[in-house]
C-alpha cells in the first residue's frame, strides 16, 4: 500500500515510536515568539540547559508588539516585558532573533515562508496554534503548547500522538469573486468547526493547484479552525518558483538538487486516508461568518441559519445573541464599524494588492475605522514601493506597522465593544478582537469593499 503526504514527511522524521504511545519526532525548524516562549525557557533556565539546536530556531516578535511609532518604548507593561524577555533569551542562548526594528521582524508565519525558511518536507512547530500555515509547501507544521516549547528546545524532539489522515478535494474552477479565504470558512462551514478533530488534512484537486503559494498559506493556516491538528498540500512548481531566490532558500545547484528530492512530496496514488471530502469548486461563493466560531459561516447573500451543524441549540442562540443578530437575518448591507486587513491568515502582500485594488480611487466610508496591518516588515517595504500604503491612505485606511494587530487584542489595536468588524483574521471567537467586539470574518477583498460601502458587500457586486 502506497503513502499519503503526511505518513511521507512523518515517517521521515521518526526517531522512535512507543507501542500504543507517542513517536517521538525530529523537529526540523522550531519558531518562537514573545507569548509563549518566556515560560520554556525558565524551565531551561532551572534545569541548567541549553538550547539544543540554536541553529534550528528561528524568533520574532509578533503578538504583543503595537502597530505604531515602534521605533518607541512598547507602552503596555506586560507587552513591553515578553519582548524585552525574548530578546534576553535569545541573546542567551544564541538564536537568530528578528525583533522590531529589524528588517526581516513580522508575524512568524508570514516571515517564516517570504524568507525560506520554510521548505517543503519539514517538520515544522511553533506555540502557536495558526503554525498549520506552513503545510501549504509540504511540510508538517503545528503548533505546540509551552511545556511542548521546552521540550523542543531542549531536545530538537518532540513527543506526539500520530493524527489519522484526511483529504479535501477540491476541483474546477473558482467562480468571480471568490478567493482562497471563501474556499476554507466554505469548508469549514461544511465540515464545522470539529469536523478535522483528530486528523491532519491534505488539500488537493485542480482548484487547489490553480492557487498562487499565499493563497495555499491562507486555506492551510486555518486548518486548525475545523479541529484539524494540521493541514498540508503537495508541493509543485508554483512552489518550487516562490522558494527560489529567497534568503535561507538553497542556492544554485543545491537549490535544483532539493527540487528534485521535494518533487517526490506528494501521495501515492494508491495511498489509503482515513476520511475523503470532496467539494465542487464552482459550489463556493464568497463567504461571511456571522457567529462565534468559524464554522458559523455562510454564503453573504443567505439568510443566517435556524441552527447550526453540530451545535447546540443553547450554544447556538448564545452566538447569536452575542452578535445581536437573528435566524433569517441577510449580513449583506449591515452596517459595520470597522474593518481589518492583516493577520497570518491574509496579511501578505498578494492580500494588500488584491485590497488595494477594489479601493484604488475610492473613499472609506466616514463612519468605518479601516486598519491594514501588513505581516512583515518586507511586506511593508513592497507596498511602499509599489504604492499601495499611498492608496490606503488617500481612501482613508490606516496603514500601519507589521504586527498581529487585531487579530487577538494582545497590543494596543482592539475592537470596542458592541462594534461590528469585518476582518481577514482568523478567528471569530466572543472578545477575540477585544471585549465585547464583534467579528465577521471575511476576504481581503469583502472586507476593503466593505469599509468603502459602509456595510457587508458582495464583491461581486462591486460598481
Known amino acids: 500500500m502506497g503513502k499519503t503526504l503526511f505518513e511521507k514527511v512523518w515517517d521521515n522524521h521518526l526517531v522512535d515510536s512507543i507501542p500504543n504511545g507517542p513517536s517521538i519526532l525530529y523537529i526540523d525548524k522550531h519558531l518562537i515568539h514573545e507569548v509563549t516562549s518566556p515560560q520554556a525557557f525558565a524551565g531551561l533556565n532551572k534545569r541548567g540547559l541549553k538550547v539544543f539546536r540554536p541553529d534550528k530556531t528561528v524568533a520574532t516578535a509578533d503578538h504583543n508588539v503595537p502597530t505604531i511609532d515602534q521605533h518607541l518604548p512598547i507602552k503596555e507593561a506586560l507587552s513591553r516585558n515578553q519582548v524585552d524577555t525574548l530578546n534576553k533569551n535569545c541573546n542567551e542562548h544564541g538564536i537568530d532573533l528578528y525583533g522590531l526594528g529589524h528588517k526581516y521582524q513580522g508575524i512568524v508565519h508570514v516571515i517564516g515562508p517570504e524568507l525560506g525558511i520554510t521548505q517543503p518536507g519539514m517538520t515544522i512547530v511553533c506555540g502557536d ?8 509547501f509540504g511540510s508538517i507544521a503545528f503548533g505546540i503548547g509551552t511545556s511542548e516549547v521546552e521540550m523542543v528546545l531542549s531536545t530538537q524532539c518532540l513527543l506526539q500522538n500520530k493524527p489519522k489522515t484526511m483529504l479535501i478535494e477540491i476541483n474546477g474552477e473558482l467562480s468571480e469573486g471568490v478567493y482562497s479565504k471563501d474556499i476554507i470558512l466554505y469548508i469549514i462551514s461544511k465540515i464545522t468547526a470539529s469536523g478535522g ?8 484537486g485542480s ?3 490553480s492557487l498562487s503559494m499565499e493563497s495555499r498559506m491562507t486555506i ?8 484539524a491538528r494540521g493541514g498540508i498540500i503537495a508541493p509543485d512548481d508554483v512552489t518550487f518558483e516562490y522558494l ?14 532539493e527540487v528534485e528530492k521535494w518533487r517526490n512530496l506528494r501521495s501515492d496514488k494508491d495511498a489509503e486516508y482515513d476520511k475523503v471530502i470532496k467539494f465542487d469548486a464552482k459550489d463556493i461563493e464568497p463567504m461571511i461568518t456571522y457567529g462565534t466560531n468559524p464554522g458559523m ?3 453573504i447573500k443567505d439568510p443566517i441559519p435556524d441552527k447550526a451543524i453540530n451545535t447546540s441549540d443553547e450554544s447556538f442562540i448564545k452566538s447569536l445573541n452575542y452578535m445581536n443578530l437573528k435566524s433569517g ?20 502582500i498578494e492580500d494588500l494588492r488584491i485590497a488595494s485594488n477594489i479601493i484604488n480611487g ?4 466616514d463612519h468605518v475605522n479601516a486598519w491594514v496591518i501588513p505581516g512583515s516588515k518586507s511586506v511593508e517595504k513592497i507596498a511602499i514601493e509599489e504604492g499601495l500604503d499611498i492608496i490606503f491612505r488617500n481612501a482613508g485606511f490606516d496603514f500601519r506597522q507589521p504586527g498581529c494587530s487585531a487579530c487577538l487584542a494582545m497590543n494596543e489595536d482592539k475592537i470596542p465593544k458592541g462594534k461590528y468588524c469585518v476582518s481577514t483574521s482568523n478567528r471569530n471567537f466572543e472578545g477575540r478582537q477585544g471585549p465585547g467586539s464583534r467579528t465577521f470574518l471575511a476576504s481581503p477583498a469583502t472586507a476593503a469593499l466593505s469599509a468603502v460601502k459602509g456595510y457587508v458587500t458582495d464583491v461581486r457586486d462591486n460598481n
Do not use: Q, W
Request: hydrophobic share 25%; glycine share 8%; net charge positive.
Open 207 to 209: 482548484a487547489i493547484r
Open 297 to 299: 459561516g455562510i454564503k
Open 362 to 365: 475610492k473613499k472609506k466610508s
Open 129 to 136: 496554534s495558526h503554525t498549520s500555515t506552513h503545510g501549504a
Open 244 to 257: 527560489k531566490g529567497k534568503k535561507f532558500s538553497p542556492k544554485e545547484e543545491k537549490f535544483e538538487i
Open 197 to 204: 478533530t483528530g486528523y491532519f488534512v491534505e488539500y488537493s
Open 329 to 348: 437575518e441577510r449580513l449583506v448591507d449591515k452596517k459595520i464599524d470597522y474593518v481589518f486587513i492583516g493577520s497570518c491568515t491574509n496579511s501578505r
Open 220 to 227: 492551510c493556516n486555518m486548518s486548525i479552525e475545523m479541529g
